[in-house]
């Protein structure tokens, strides 16, 4: 387990990791730089957990690793809810605390609905 980032190893670049039904999470490494990261299906209360794990996974384990640099891409997410947006936010934290960045690319109508209603109150 890497406890800086609270996490197991990180999956291979370009694997695909799927979790539980109605979710799979693929990995992968562009010449970019950047670590990709694809969110396919629903993120929500039953795949909060499988989709931390998998996300987790994702990140570097290096502390200079180039990979520091993520983006999620979150077109493919049919469902979310706030237990997936807590997911999303715990993701962040640990990225911020690694010295990384963070960017959400392409929010599926779900996500940008869900945002809206948390910023807004």
Do not use: F, K, N
């Amino acid at each position: 387990m890497d406890e800086r980032l609270g996490g197991p190893p990180p999956a291979p670049a370009g694997a695909a990791v799927s979790g539980v039904d109605g979710l799979v999470v693929e990995v992968v490494h562009p010449r970019s730089g950047i670590l990709l990261v694809v969110v396919r299906g629903e993120l929500v209360e039953q795949t909060a957990a499988q989709a931390e794990h998998l996300l987790a996974r994702a990140l570097p384990s290096e502390p200079h690793d180039p990979r520091h640099r993520v983006a999620v891409d979150l077109s493919g997410v049919s469902a979310v809810t706030a237990p997936g947006l807590d997911v999303l936010l715990r993701l962040q934290d640990r990225i911020d605390a690694a010295g990384g960045h963070l960017e959400l690319l392409a929010p599926s109508a779900p996500v940008i609905l869900l945002l809206h209603e948390a910023v807004s109150g």
